[in-house]
């Protein structure tokens, strides 16, 4: 079985100050990894994914996430952050080669940017 | 627009009514989900379909009975719901192993 820990439940930030939400994960067989955003009244939008290759992953709006197998991490960053990043930040993740299987979601992580 | 859409984006029902929610996507995906995220909670996987057969239940009370007609849509038939069942219901579709597409949500109110 897999599990997702967001260490943070909150993540109050200062406008154009960087960014980190962390994500701690467990899992006996490979998987795939994704961070996902929801703004209020929305439903979820993918910021990235990781699958293989690279372990630093670059996605949309200048977030970027870093795979460490070792510490079975999966850390999100922004080194400047906007007022329009305040939402709810969720880490997931899924077995590989799992048709049809499920995404395991962490807790999620409410970012607050203020002015 | 996600490709993946919801209808209604809100509903109101009382404990002794029946209602349905759609969803529907044209992404051309094969693997459908349904998900609740309530307050202050994780999202719950509540159901999987997988080449339109349900691959995964996860013990979710049989007040909520999810249909799915071919690849493209997805039901959620809701009868009898308890106030605590009020909360925010997430369809999803996918293709292969790779990442889900959210829709929008629907907002369930049971009074």
């Known amino acids: 079985a897999q599990s997702v820990t967001q260490l943070d439940s909150q993540v109050p930030v200062f406008e154009e100050a960087p960014v980190e939400l962390r994500c701690n994960y467990s899992s006996s067989v490979s998987v795939y990894l994704f961070w996902y955003v929801q703004y209020p009244n929305q439903g979820l939008q993918l910021l990235l994914k990781?699958?293989?290759?690279?372990?630093l992953v670059k996605g949309i709006n200048g977030f970027e996430a870093e795979f460490n197998k070792s510490q079975t991490s999966f850390h999100l960053r922004k080194p400047s952050v906007h007022i329009s990043d305040t939402a709810e930040y969720f880490c997931?993740?899924?077995?590989?080669?799992?048709?049809?299987?499920?995404?395991?979601f962490g807790q999620g992580t409410e970012l607050s940017v203020k002015p | 627009e996600t490709g993946v859409t919801q209808t209604p984006r809100h509903l109101v029902m009382g404990m002794t009514n029946k209602k349905s929610l759609k969803c529907e996507q044209h992404l051309g995906h094969n693997a459908m989900y349904w998900y609740k995220q309530s307050a202050k909670k994780p999202l719950e996987l509540m159901f999987v379909?997988?080449?339109?057969?349900?691959?995964e239940n996860n013990s979710v009370p049989s007040r909520f009975s999810p249909e799915c007609p071919n690849s493209s849509h997805l039901f959620l038939h809701l009868h009898t719901l308890q106030p605590e069942d009020s909360a925010l219901y997430l369809c999803?579709?996918?293709?292969?192993?790779?990442?889900?597409?959210f829709g929008e949500g629907s907002r369930l109110t049971v009074l």
């Open positions: 379909y997988s080449l339109e057969e349900r691959v």
């Open positions: 997931a993740v899924r077995r590989i080669y799992n048709q049809g299987g499920k995404l395991i």
């Open positions: 999803a579709s996918s293709l292969g192993p790779g990442e889900l597409f």
């Open positions: 990781y699958l293989s290759g690279s372990t």
